[in-house]
């Protein structure tokens, strides 16, 4: 019988090139932002720990290619896979969805600049196209209930459905729900 593999062993080995592999992730994700990079690092580094130990239980000395193991798990991460759990290819949160769909998730403003401020802020509308976008995403919030409003006000600055639900002490299902209509509202020929 096989003996079990020394677990520890082989993490104090992983342990030890853990800095060259976090160098090669920094490298990698240096244009992602501060926090999105440190994201990205700490979920290679996951990744890494992952292949690390399946090359070393399959007999091979990861630490002679531990660079490309490096740069692999950059690639995983930058493909949108995740070492444990992922996220649903609808998640807006996720920089993958982001990446695929050609948009972005900005942090709520500390100008004071409401939602819809940053909505309209881009470089493709015209000011005619924005005030009117503005005019109408008013008049649309106006005709909802107080409580819809605040939470479709909070899903414009990009919450999740579990913080949202959590927030305004409502479902996630009816969080769900409630961005099922506003879409279906603001899609051309949908009802008003």
Known sequence: MQAPPNIKAIHERFLAVLPKIEEVGHHHFRYWGKEKCAEAVQEMTAQAWKSYLSADLQGKEPD????????????????????????????????????????????????????????????HSSPADCAAFKTDMRTWLERMTPKKRAIVTDMMTGEDTSTLAEKHAVSRGRISQIRRECKEELEPGGRS
Request: hydrophobic share 35%; net charge positive; charged share 25%.
């Open 64 to 123: 002679s290619f531990i660079c490309v193991l490096a740069k692999r798990c950059c690639q995983h991460v930058k493909a949108g896979r995740r070492a444990a759990g992922g996220f649903m290819s609808t998640d807006v949160s996720d920089r993958t969805n982001q990446l695929r769909a050609g948009f972005k998730v900005a942090q709520e403003p500390e100008d004071g600049l409401s939602p819809m401020d940053t909505v309209v802020d881009n470089r």
